[in-house]
């Protein structure tokens, strides 16, 4: 594609060239803002990293970069230990976060652009960057490719690889990579590493509400993670799960029986808070 765009713009230098020789002053002032333009469009495209490494590799993340930036990426030709298969995932960990993040993700081409219009509405309105409207597919590339840094050379960039992304490869290849790299807490990637944490199981061993706990956390890990740190949910973490099994329920990857079941359980670590202080009671 690169290549192909390359040609493409040389060829258009070479014509711009010859009709700039013989053409007025403003036509040539035109021309060169259009050959300008073009050439910076050139770079652009050539500046993009390659997905290359998504088709037959494994990425693993081993750290933040100093400023917190950008995810630091190392690709492993064989499955890493911790790397979990969409088909050994429990549904009820990967369907909460489809949900809670990307209800259209298996409908959209890459780009919610209902869910990106009403982003843009609502914050024009605060006058401030109130939500944001990125797809399971564009956080996978902003995690791979890109820094977390807000500019529009970088938006600009996830818009472009996110479209490269789900034309290239399978839904259920993205959303496994994006199950397995995304942040969940401190120094804490992946759908893996997340369950032994929070809760001391497998990823494949997760229910609904475990599930839920791990896609409330994921716009902000740190933050939202202070449940964990007191061992009880906080109103803000209960209300958010609560409506994210709702959401289960309404696409049907839970019942109503198992949804008012998963309500009113607790998970282990508020166990341990409720046993402590009814132990200290005694």
Known sequence: MKRQIQRILLK?????????LCTPIAYRIFLTLCLGSLLLLLIFFLSLPSLTPLESMYPVV???????KKLQIEWKENKPPYWVELSHMSPYAYHAVRLSEDWTFFTHSGIDMFELKSALLKNFENRTYVRGASTISQQLIKNLFLSRTKSIVRKAQEFVLTLELERRFPKSLILESYMNVVEWGPNVFGIEQASMYYFDLHASQLGPKEGAFLAM?????????ESFRKKILSS????TIHNILEKMAVDGVISREILEREKGRRLSFEQQFFQRFWWEDL
């Open 12 to 20: 258009l230098m070479m014509y711009f060239r010859k009709v700039f």
């Open 62 to 68: 081993t750290s933040l970069d100093s400023q917190q």
């Open 217 to 225: 956390l994921l716009p902000s890990p740190i933050r939202y993670g």
């Open 236 to 239: 803000y973490a209960q209300k």
